[in-house]
């Protein structure tokens, strides 16, 4: 009998080779979206980000992107954000307030 195997999502981010839980509906390991985050083109890197933010636990972004970077990439990823498009904008707002992100 021939069964179909799942793929087994982890929570461990910092095991290369593991499929992060975020990456649910397009399975790569975390070295892979890693690689693909520093050198995939512009459009696959804002996709890639966007996903990260959209899916991710917010506590658990911070393994692959700063504030700052998220401030700097806001423009190309913010349409992508969808529901969670409220969360980021009051956490940039309120780090912008605060000083905590340099210009």
């Known amino acids: 009998m021939n069964e179909e195997k799942g793929i087994l999502l982890s929570t461990n981010l910092n095991a290369p080779e593991a499929i992060p839980y975020f990456l649910w509906d397009e399975p790569m390991t975390t070295a892979e979206f890693r690689h693909r985050l520093n050198s995939g083109s512009e459009a696959e890197r804002t996709r890639l980000l966007a996903k990260l933010l959209r899916e991710a636990r917010d ?43 340099s210009e």
């Not at 970077?69 to 913010?78: F, G, T, V």
């Open 59 to 101: 506590t658990d972004v911070w393994q692959f992107i700063t504030p700052a970077e998220i401030r700097d990439r806001w423009s190309a990823m913010a349409s992508q954000l969808g529901r969670r498009r409220p969360f980021w904008e009051f956490l940039l707002d309120y780090w912008s307030k605060e000083g905590l992100l």
